[in-house]
């Protein structure tokens, strides 16, 4: 009888030891972020970006774990790192990794479903309709290049994914700006695109400059860093409104890589 007991007893400790090694396991895997809208980037036409904003932690059990990320998390990240590095030349999205953050942001993945965007018309005194036809060839810019995002306007804009509007002057040295808003995941949720008429100094913009300025916002309001060459839209004070061929390689590349954090915070213990 003694030994018919022994295997059960053998077998319910090795059950515990297997259910405690879970738990530990469990409670120190991180918590998902939650998507909640965290923060806000505003990339402005000339050179200078302003976050504003908190970031949102979901819980605290989410907040504990950021000092350490699980191993296939580490190498997702460093194999996100290899292919920006592998792209330097022909994309400026390095400057991701150097940024305080190092976050891939982009829309998520939306199964062909186009990106809503509503476009204010309106506003100021020297608005006319022919700057409605700027802002859709800014988007028709960026849906060409294959990058795999497509727009489709609508009229409410509390459906809207993005949101245009026309403003007289911001009263600073800009013409644009852009407030984007993501989750913890990198996954961008809204944006908010603002397009000045004139400048700060009340001269009004010819429409090359303004259309230079909606196609730059619209790369920010798509995730796209700034570039360092004058040669890009997407550089600081854009100076063109037809995109480079790295503009468009950077789009593209960009909507390959999966969004979120870049950084190495070391392995769980």
């Given at each position: 009888m003694r030994f018919a007991v022994l295997p059960v007893v053998t077998f319910g400790l090795f059950a515990m030891v297997i259910a405690d090694r879970l738990s530990h396991a469990l409670a120190a895997t991180p918590v998902p972020a939650a998507e909640l809208a965290g923060e806000t980037r505003?990339?402005?036409?000339?050179?200078?970006?302003?976050?504003?904003?908190?970031?949102?932690?979901?819980?605290s059990a989410a907040k504990g774990s950021t000092s350490h990320t699980p191993t296939i998390d580490r190498l997702a990240r460093l194999a996100v790192r290899q292919q920006i590095s592998r792209e330097a030349g022909r994309t400026y999205l390095d400057s991701l990794i150097g940024i305080t953050d190092s976050l891939v942001r982009r829309w998520p993945d939306r199964g062909g479903v186009p990106l809503k965007?509503?476009?204010?018309?309106?506003?100021?005194?020297?608005?006319?309709?022919?700057?409605?036809?700027?802002?859709?060839?800014?988007?028709?810019?960026?849906?060409?290049?294959?990058?795999?995002?497509?727009?489709?306007?609508?009229?409410?804009?509390?459906?809207?994914?993005?949101?245009?509007?026309?403003?007289d002057n911001f009263g600073l040295n800009r013409a644009?700006?852009?407030?984007?808003?993501?989750?913890?995941?990198?996954?961008?949720?809204?944006?908010?695109?603002?397009?000045?008429?004139?400048?700060?100094?009340?001269?009004?913009?010819?429409?090359?400059?303004?259309l230079a300025v909606a196609v730059h916002e619209t790369?920010?309001?798509?995730?796209?860093?700034?570039?360092?060459?004058?040669?890009?839209?997407?550089?600081?004070?854009?100076?063109?409104?037809?995109?480079?061929?790295?503009?468009?390689?950077?789009?593209?590349?960009?909507?390959?890589?999966?969004?979120?954090?870049?950084?190495?915070?070391?392995?769980?213990?």
């Amino acid at each position: 009888m003694r030994f018919a007991v022994l295997p059960v007893v053998t077998f319910g400790l090795f059950a515990m030891v297997i259910a405690d090694r879970l738990s530990h396991a469990l409670a120190a895997t991180p918590v998902p972020a939650a998507e909640l809208a965290g923060e806000t980037r505003r990339g402005t036409a000339d050179g200078s970006e302003f976050p504003t904003g908190t970031h949102t932690e979901p819980n605290s059990a989410a907040k504990g774990s950021t000092s350490h990320t699980p191993t296939i998390d580490r190498l997702a990240r460093l194999a996100v790192r290899q292919q920006i590095s592998r792209e330097a030349g022909r994309t400026y999205l390095d400057s991701l990794i150097g940024i305080t953050d190092s976050l891939v942001r982009r829309w998520p993945d939306r199964g062909g479903v186009p990106l809503k965007v509503s476009l204010i018309e309106g506003g100021p005194s020297d608005y006319h309709p022919r700057m409605a036809r700027l802002v859709n060839d800014a988007l028709d810019s960026w849906q060409n290049t294959g990058m795999g995002v497509r727009f489709d306007a609508v009229s409410d804009t509390a459906e809207a994914d993005i949101v245009v509007r026309w403003i007289d002057n911001f009263g600073l040295n800009r013409a644009g700006q852009t407030d984007l808003t993501w989750d913890q995941a990198g996954r961008v949720r809204k944006a908010v695109i603002s397009l000045a008429l004139r400048t700060n100094a009340g001269f009004p913009l010819p429409d090359p400059a303004l259309l230079a300025v909606a196609v730059h916002e619209t790369g920010h309001a798509l995730g796209l860093p700034h570039s360092p060459d004058s040669n890009d839209v997407m550089y600081p004070a854009t100076r063109t409104g037809v995109l480079s061929q790295r503009d468009r390689r950077t789009a593209q590349v960009l909507y390959q890589l999966q969004p979120g954090p870049l950084r190495d915070t070391g392995t769980s213990p």
